[in-house]
């Protein structure tokens, strides 16, 4: 097994369980003008995908690498109204493909009118 910066991950993966964490916090509300996403990483992990699904389905994927706790505020695109569902992974290492993340949490509906 090798080691990456954020998280074990292993080159040989063939058959293997990704051993990178979920999220062990993860909430969205709507405040003015922005989402405003809640999160806490496990220990040491610093990387997440927030992926964002609109009224739509249009996707949208943000990753971040700068913290292990914190807030993320994506704007609000005031045109496209309805129900937005938003999921959270923690990636444990960036390299090429395969991306060693966890399973995307549970998903977070946010209606906006």
Known sequence: ???AANGP?????????????????????????NFVVLFKLAA???????????????INTVTNGAQN???LNVPVNPVIVGEWR?????VCDTAPSPVW????SNPIFVNVV
């Open 44 to 58: 040491g992990q610093t990387n997440l995908q927030l992926e964002i699904t609109d009224p739509y389905n249009g």
């Open 9 to 33: 991950w292993s080159a040989w993966g063939v058959g293997e369980t990704d051993p990178c964490p979920g999220a062990i916090q993860f909430s969205v509300t709507k405040v003015a003008g």
């Open 101 to 104: 993340a966890s399973i995307w």
């Open 1 to 3: 097994m090798q080691c």
């Open 86 to 90: 938003f999921r959270l992974r923690g």
């Open 69 to 71: 706790e914190g807030t």
